[in-house]
């Protein structure tokens, strides 16, 4: 009885999310053509045979959400889902960025999925995390708790699963598919260590390409060569000083909430304390006027007039760089970006 309870609950929650706005955005995400339910399937398939450990056992956590809680693929769906919101995918039916990596390397761009939920779940305040399951109930037209349960146990599947090492592997993954969405890898995992590594890693480039700049003219005469001299000087100097700036910032933010303790990896980060961005208003609800999101962009006011998502309304932002204001998803606030100057999604229309 109990089985084809179950069995029959399975089959009704596949066919409702099947529809869902979410499942949707996946599919269009991954380039899918045929049933969403035959390629998570073969997507696993293809993750469990892999001679990649932190592959095989990235599979092996999708394929025990997808056994365990006994509702087919929508298991796997809310873990995929959710770290692409982490990453910084959107999450639209019409995928604009991300794309060429998904459809080079579809299982590394699971894996960094599987990665954010790990580093990233852990790393958001109590309302961001709230935020994003709502996203994910409304979005997969399931409820919030089951969302959480599932995140809950990819978390602690990974932690069993997977060892430490490659645990830390899944960074190489997350740093890929988050660049690809135009976000750092701090962003993500919210740790100070993974600050300073974003920081290292525009300087290297920055020095690399001005070196590459004064090699190429250094044909021209010794004059020149000084000048590109200079200049590769000035263009380190300068990433360094960034660097330094950057890490400075968020020295200042951790020390101003614990004294001597860096945040501990994997669930027990300082709620993101550590990334990227302006001062995020924890205390408050991510809706709540006055919220500010750790990309510095702050809730001036509810409209009250539909969104583009589900049983989504838009609240008017504004960025705390630029002063540039527009329109979002309640459920976006948390992770929304400055379209003006950062990068973010365009802003929705709303009547003043």
């Known amino acids: 009885?109990?089985?084809?309870?179950?069995?029959?609950?399975?089959?009704?929650?596949?066919?409702?999310?099947?529809?869902?706005?979410?499942?949707?955005?996946?599919?269009?995400?991954?380039?899918?053509?045929?049933?969403?339910?035959?390629?998570?399937?073969?997507?696993?398939?293809?993750?469990?045979?892999?001679?990649?450990?932190?592959?095989?056992?990235?599979?092996?956590?999708?394929?025990?959400?997808?056994?365990?809680?006994?509702?087919?693929?929508?298991?796997?769906?809310?873990?995929?889902?959710?770290g692409q919101i982490l990453l910084g995918n959107p999450l639209s039916a019409v995928v604009t960025v991300g794309s060429a990596l998904t459809l080079s390397n579809p299982v590394a761009m699971t894996c960094a999925a599987v990665g954010a939920v790990y580093y990233g779940y852990g790393a958001l305040s109590e309302n961001e995390r709230e935020a994003l399951l709502l996203r994910l109930g409304h979005g997969l037209e399931i409820g919030i708790e089951l969302v959480r349960s599932i995140i809950d146990f990819a978390v602690s599947s990974i932690k069993r699963i997977l060892s430490s090492e490659q645990i830390a592997e899944f960074k190489a993954f997350v740093r890929?598919?988050?660049?690809?969405?135009?976000?750092?890898?701090?962003?993500?995992?919210?740790?100070?260590?993974?600050?300073?590594?974003?920081?290292f890693v525009v300087l290297k480039e920055t020095s690399e390409w001005a070196a590459s700049a004064a090699v190429g003219i250094a044909s021209g005469g010794v004059s020149q060569v000084r000048t590109a001299s200079g200049y590769v000087a000035s263009a380190a100097q300068s990433g360094a000083s960034a660097t330094y700036d950057g890490v400075a910032a968020a020295i200042g933010k951790l020390s101003s909430k614990v004294r001597g303790t860096e945040g501990a990896e994997a669930g027990g980060t300082l709620a993101g304390e550590c990334s990227e961005g302006g001062t995020r208003s924890s205390a408050k609800g991510t809706t709540e006027i006055g919220y500010v999101n750790r990309n510095r962009q702050e809730v001036l006011r509810a409209t009250g007039q539909p969104g583009n998502d589900h049983n989504q309304t838009i609240y008017v932002l504004r960025c705390g760089e630029c002063g540039h204001e527009y329109g979002a998803n309640g459920s976006d606030i948390f992770q929304r970006r400055c379209p003006e100057h950062d990068g973010g999604a365009a802003g929705l229309a709303f009547e003043a």
């Open 1 to 82: 009885m109990a089985t084809a309870a179950t069995a029959a609950m399975a089959a009704k929650l596949t066919l409702d999310i099947g529809s869902s706005v979410i499942v949707r955005a996946v599919g269009a995400t991954y380039h899918v053509a045929g049933a969403i339910n035959e390629f998570i399937d073969r997507h696993i398939a293809e993750m469990r045979t892999s001679d990649i450990p932190t592959v095989e056992r990235s599979g092996r956590v999708l394929e025990a959400a997808k056994t365990g809680f006994g509702i087919g693929y929508a298991a796997p769906v809310v873990v995929i889902a959710a």
């Open 176 to 199: 890929s598919a988050a660049e690809s969405f135009g976000r750092h890898l701090s962003e993500v995992t919210g740790l100070l260590s993974d600050k300073l590594s974003d920081g």
